[in-house]
């Protein structure tokens, strides 16, 4: 039992990334504004809140699929106003940092997770991390938004 019920929680990310990424190819102007962004990471902030104080996979699983799809909303018009926004010139540059700082988040937070846990639950870290993520919407907000209204020509 305790395979199948990891297995399940986290199949959750993954599959509700893969739903998020189609909802938010439909949906992608109205996605890219800063509100739906503070919104997508507040409301995975309370789900990891969710997941550490519950107990039972028949919250744990669906919280995370819905984790997955808030991530796609961040993830999608973030990339899409990026190649608006950023000149052809330096696309190359700023792409590659993009895709790396996404990319290398996992492996860095299992690193964090990995040497957290001899000295702190696992509930408790889930905890601090959905108030953290409850907090970074607040700056985030405001920097996308300015971030939203530039031009390619004020990069250069």
């Known amino acids: 039992k305790g395979s199948d019920s990891f297995t399940l929680f986290e199949i959750g990310i993954p599959m509700g990334t893969l739903v998020g990424g189609i909802i938010a190819a439909e949906v992608e102007r109205k996605l890219e504004r800063a509100d739906v962004m503070f919104f997508s990471i507040l409301i995975m902030g309370i789900l990891l809140i969710l997941i550490s104080i519950s107990r039972t996979l028949l ?3 669906p919280a995370m699929f819905f984790i997955g799809i808030f991530t796609s909303f961040i993830e999608v018009p973030a990339f899409t106003v990026i190649l608006k926004v950023i000149p052809r010139e330096i696309i190359g540059e700023v792409d590659a940092i993009v ?3 996404f ?5 860095f937070m299992a690193v964090i997770f990995t040497l957290l846990t001899p000295f702190i639950a696992v509930t408790t870290i889930l905890l601090y991390a959905g108030i953290f993520a409850c907090i970074i919407p607040v ?9 939203l209204k530039l031009r390619p020509e004020e990069f250069l």
């Open 103 to 107: 990319t290398a988040s996992a492996p």
């Open 99 to 101: 895709f790396l700082v």
């Open 59 to 61: 919250i744990d699983v």
């Open 139 to 147: 700056p985030s907000y405001f920097i996308s938004k300015n971030f």
